[in-house]
């Protein structure tokens, strides 16, 4: 973001907060589903050998299904590694290190992430700086073909090579050995000219990278995005799908969806109309799951001057989705997360507010006809940026999660659940 853009950003929170305590103040005991509870989850916490000062985890889930953990540390010399972990008989491996330097772009909400291929192959991502501006950084993917013991050295996959924002990536296995991936990217930004110029905008796009390393020329999905939120994907039967908030020329931020048709990118279409008009980007972004044609997009929106978390079905591989349920406890922070269950249901993870500073990691589930579980506490948080953004997969009969413990110094944690207390 740009200076003025964090301003703005700054000024539209504490508006919006100030809309919600007011707002809250009115509702009934219960209205969203009253306060969480734990009784009967059993959550059990993983150890795990990360570095204190550690931050940034991701997760994901392997051919083989099992959880494979990454998160940013720090190094010597003012450096950071990437490192990632396995989760095996319900304890995760010894970590290994994927890729080390210094001058990377560390952000609590800009992320690193992996993908596992078929064939031991693996592919990562993480961000580098790219110029001196404070918001010039350019994507880096490193693959491995032995499991992760060894890495190359990494590609850049946008050759615009522009001191700009290159981030937000969702990164997925393509065909044979190669792996896609879709980034906000900010090429067309020009900090020193009027940031709502038609000329000065943040991109969507999208590329591939085989196993040699060789990234293809990208392509432009959505010319208009929001600033700074992640963006999300999910494997249907049909193709891939990606989720991400958009920015109309209004100003209007809702959560768009593009779908691959016959080897090309459909439109950007809502996923639900919510008319959230923001002047500035809330760095909060949407994510997916899929299973089939099955689709589940989960998101947070401050429509209405009323912070929300919702999620949305669809049961034709993303092209339509039903109206959407709202999940949270009345004071979100948003930071979500989804999972879809073989019940036709989905898992939504957020951050509830609980105090002025405090929060919880509430995960709930929600059927496809709407009906609410109750809500459930992972683990106690903060609603500060430190707590970064928590994240779960499934692996096995149990729920896994990732979250940073904020703290000086913060710490990276993971714990799993069975997935039987959940739905």
Same mark, same amino acid.
């Given at each position: 973001?740009?200076?003025?853009?964090?301003?703005?950003?700054?000024?539209?929170?504490?508006?919006?907060?100030?809309?919600?305590?007011?707002?809250?103040?009115?509702?009934?005991?219960?209205?969203?589903?009253?306060?969480?509870?734990?009784?009967?989850?059993?959550?059990?916490?993983?150890?795990?050998?990360?570095?204190?000062?550690?931050?940034?985890?991701?997760?994901?889930?392997?051919?083989?299904?099992?959880?494979?953990?990454?998160?940013? @540390?720090? $190094? *010597?010399?003012?450096?950071?590694? /990437? &490192?990632?972990?396995?989760?095996?008989?319900?304890?995760?491996? =010894? !970590?290994?290190?994927?890729?080390?330097?210094?001058?990377?772009?560390?952000?609590?909400?800009?992320?690193?992430?992996?993908?596992?291929?078929?064939?031991?192959?693996?592919?990562?991502?993480?961000?580098?700086?790219?110029?001196?501006?404070?918001?010039?950084?350019?994507?880096?993917?490193?693959?491995?073909?032995?499991?992760?013991?060894?890495?190359?050295?990494?590609?850049?996959?946008?050759?615009?090579?522009?001191?700009?924002?290159?981030?937000?990536?969702?990164?997925?296995?393509?065909?044979?050995?190669?792996?896609?991936?879709?980034?906000?990217?900010?090429?067309?930004?020009?900090?020193?000219?009027? @940031?709502? $110029? *038609?000329?000065?905008?943040?991109? /969507? &796009?999208?590329?591939?990278?085989?196993?040699?390393?060789?990234? =293809? !020329?990208?392509?432009?999905?959505?010319?208009?995005?929001?600033?700074?939120?992640?963006?999300?994907?999910?494997?249907?039967?049909?193709?891939?799908?990606?989720?991400?908030?958009?920015?109309?020329?209004?100003?209007?931020?809702?959560?768009?969806?593009?779908?691959?048709?016959?080897?090309?990118?459909?439109?950007?279409?809502?996923?639900?109309?919510?008319?959230?008009?923001?002047?500035?980007?809330?760095?909060?972004?949407?994510?997916?799951?899929?299973?089939?044609?099955?689709?589940?997009?989960?998101?947070?929106?401050?429509?209405?001057?009323?912070?929300?978390?919702?999620?949305?079905?669809?049961?034709?591989?993303? $092209?339509?989705?039903?109206?959407?349920?709202?999940?949270?406890?009345?004071?979100?922070?948003?930071?979500?997360?989804?999972?879809?269950?073989?019940?036709?249901?989905?898992?939504?993870?957020?951050?509830?507010?609980?105090?002025?500073?405090?929060?919880?990691?509430?995960?709930?589930?929600?059927?496809?006809?709407?009906?609410?579980?109750?809500?459930?506490?992972?683990?106690?948080?903060?609603?500060?940026?430190?707590?970064?953004?928590?994240?779960?997969?499934?692996?096995?009969?149990?729920?896994?999660?990732?979250?940073?413990?904020?703290?000086?110094?913060?710490?990276?944690?993971?714990?799993?659940?069975?997935?039987?207390?959940?739905?």
């Amino acid at each position: 973001m740009t200076s003025t853009e964090t301003l703005r950003y700054f000024s539209g929170v504490c508006a919006l907060a100030a809309a919600v305590m007011l707002a809250s103040c009115g509702e009934r005991a219960g209205e969203h589903g009253g306060a969480p509870s734990s009784a009967g989850i059993v959550v059990t916490e993983l150890e795990l050998n990360a570095a204190p000062g550690s931050g940034e985890p991701n997760l994901t889930v392997g051919p083989d299904g099992r959880a494979y953990l990454s998160w940013i @540390e720090p $190094a *010597a010399d003012s450096a950071h590694a /990437l &490192r990632f972990a396995v989760l095996e008989d319900g304890r995760w491996s =010894a !970590p290994r290190t994927i890729a080390s330097g210094r001058g990377w772009f560390v952000n609590w909400a800009d992320f690193p992430s992996l993908a596992v291929l078929p064939g031991n192959r693996m592919a990562a991502q993480w961000l580098q700086r790219g110029g001196e501006s404070k918001y010039a950084y350019d994507v880096r993917v490193a693959v491995s073909a032995d499991g992760g013991v060894t890495w190359t050295p990494g590609v850049t996959p946008h050759t615009d090579g522009t001191q700009t924002e290159h981030g937000f990536v969702s990164m997925w296995p393509a065909r044979g050995d190669s792996v896609a991936l879709v980034w906000l990217d900010g090429r067309k930004f020009k900090p020193s000219a009027d @940031e709502h $110029a *038609a000329g000065n905008e943040m991109t /969507l &796009r999208y590329t591939t990278i085989g196993g040699d390393g060789r990234a =293809a !020329p990208d392509l432009e999905l959505d010319g208009r995005v929001c600033d700074c939120c992640q963006t999300g994907m999910a494997m249907t039967g049909r193709g891939p799908l990606v989720v991400y908030r958009d920015r109309s020329a209004a100003e209007v931020r809702d959560i768009y969806v593009t779908r691959m048709v016959d080897g090309a990118w459909t439109p950007g279409q809502p996923v639900h109309a919510d008319g959230w008009v923001m002047p500035a980007c809330p760095v909060n972004g949407p994510q997916a799951a899929a299973e089939g044609d099955r689709v589940a997009v989960a998101w947070y929106t401050g429509a209405d001057s009323t912070a929300q978390v919702k999620v949305a079905f669809s049961g034709d591989a993303g $092209a339509t989705f039903g109206a959407p349920a709202r999940v949270d406890g009345g004071n979100p922070e948003g930071r979500v997360d989804v999972v879809l269950l073989d019940d036709g249901g989905a898992l939504v993870s957020w951050i509830e507010r609980t105090g002025e500073k405090e929060a919880e990691v509430h995960v709930r589930h929600v059927g496809a006809d709407g009906t609410m579980g109750e809500p459930r506490t992972v683990a106690g948080s903060s609603s500060a940026r430190s707590s970064g953004f928590p994240r779960m997969v499934p692996a096995g009969e149990h729920l896994v999660f990732a979250w940073t413990a904020p703290g000086d110094p913060s710490m990276v944690r993971a714990a799993r659940m069975p997935l039987s207390d959940l739905r």
